[in-house]
């Protein structure tokens, strides 16, 4: 399978390193991979014959970026010979940029597309599957919800058959974690400045602090598990920069946690509540949780480490062989 990749940050170096350490993938699945083109923000690498992953993690660790062409990604993917697009460019809420020209363009010329980046999709989800139908290829994106954790398949495959009612979720590990840290007695600002310095907080940290993060997974969500037409900017949201000391001890005396929590039932919400102690949903740090609520088979959560660059990757390599699982059939 011939790759480009636009975005080479956390995930992108993950998967250009996972998929040069792991013979297997070959000789399981069948699948030999080549990256033919790499953009990040500094620019383009490009060889029909193929990138050396390797060398490039190298070359964006010494230079800061892999670049060496004065070509353009979106002109790459308009007229480079490729099977799969990977969209791994940050999330941008507002026009989607420059992910959804990228997604767009690929999916226009007949190219996969694995998407990491959730900002196309929490706008303009229903017209880009749309897109990718009429053009007889698929969009993926296993990544965007739950980072290695598979909710979205979980929801999607595990459950099919079933009608799903409604869910709930935690979906963003760094407020999960500062709200955990607030629970044992750390301030907000505390809580905050330690999430930061593990590297957890997003680098627009209004991002992880307001719930956009959450209120784009679970417009993914709501769209893919449950045909909702929704954007992100529908979704009713909120953040936890509000959350005291005192809220945390007063729930705490209760038996609850203070979560965010992601909601999708009469209508879809981002927003702190009192989770009780024996919720499955109450779960600790940086994990992320999903329960999925079905007509016959009740209510099931699914438990799992939520973000990471080397989970992520391993989601967008499940997503590739699914493509190549339909594309050899
Ligand atoms: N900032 C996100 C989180 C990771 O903390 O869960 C990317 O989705």
Redesign the pocket.
């Known amino acids: 399978m011939r790759i480009i990749q636009s975005g080479f940050g956390a995930v992108g170096q993950s998967l250009a390193g996972l998929l040069e350490s792991r013979d297997d993938i070959y000789t399981k699945y069948g699948i030999m991979t080549k990256f033919v083109a790499i953009s990040d923000s500094g620019g383009t690498i490009h060889d029909e014959s193929g990138l050396d992953p390797a060398r490039m993690i190298q070359k964006k660790r010494q230079e800061g970026t892999i670049s060496d062409s004065k070509k353009s990604i979106s002109s790459i993917i308009q007229n480079m010979d490729a099977d799969v697009l990977i969209e791994a460019t940050p999330s941008n809420y507002i026009d989607g940029e420059p992910g959804m020209t990228n997604i767009i363009t690929a999916l226009k010329r007949g190219i996969h597309v694995i998407s990491v980046n ?1 900002g196309p999709l929490a706008l303009a989800l229903p017209s880009l599957v749309e897109m990718a139908v009429y053009n007889g290829v698929y969009l993926r994106f296993s990544g ?1 919800v739950g ?1 290695g954790t598979p909710i979205l398949n979980y929801a999607k495959k595990s459950l099919r058959g079933e009608r799903i009612t409604s869910f709930r979720g935690i ?5 999960n ?1 500062i709200l955990t840290s607030m629970g044992g007695g750390m301030s907000f600002e505390e809580a905050l400045g330690d999430a930061r310095g593990r590297g ?3 680098a627009d940290e209004s ?2 602090l307001d719930g956009w ?1 959450v209120a784009a ?1 679970l417009t993914i969500l709501s769209n893919w598990v449950m045909n909702q037409k929704t954007t992100i900017h529908q979704v009713e949201r909120d953040g936890i920069r509000d959350v005291t000391q005192q809220d945390i001890q007063r729930s705490t005396e209760r038996g609850n946690a203070i979560k965010l929590v992601a909601n999708c039932n009469d209508v879809i919400s981002v927003g702190v509540e009192d989770v009780p102690f024996d919720d499955p949903l109450c779960i600790h740090g ?1 994990l ?1 949780a999903a329960s999925f609520t079905s007509e016959h088979s009740g209510t099931q959560t699914i438990i799992g480490r ?2 990471g660059g080397i989970e ?1 990757a391993s989601s967008v390599l499940r997503d590739l062989l699914d493509i190549r699982q339909v594309v050899t059939k």
Do not use: F, H, P, R
């Open positions: 959730k965007t980072g979906l963003n590990g760094t407020t974690y957890y907080v997003e991002l992880d993060d997974k940086t992320n939520g973000a992520t």
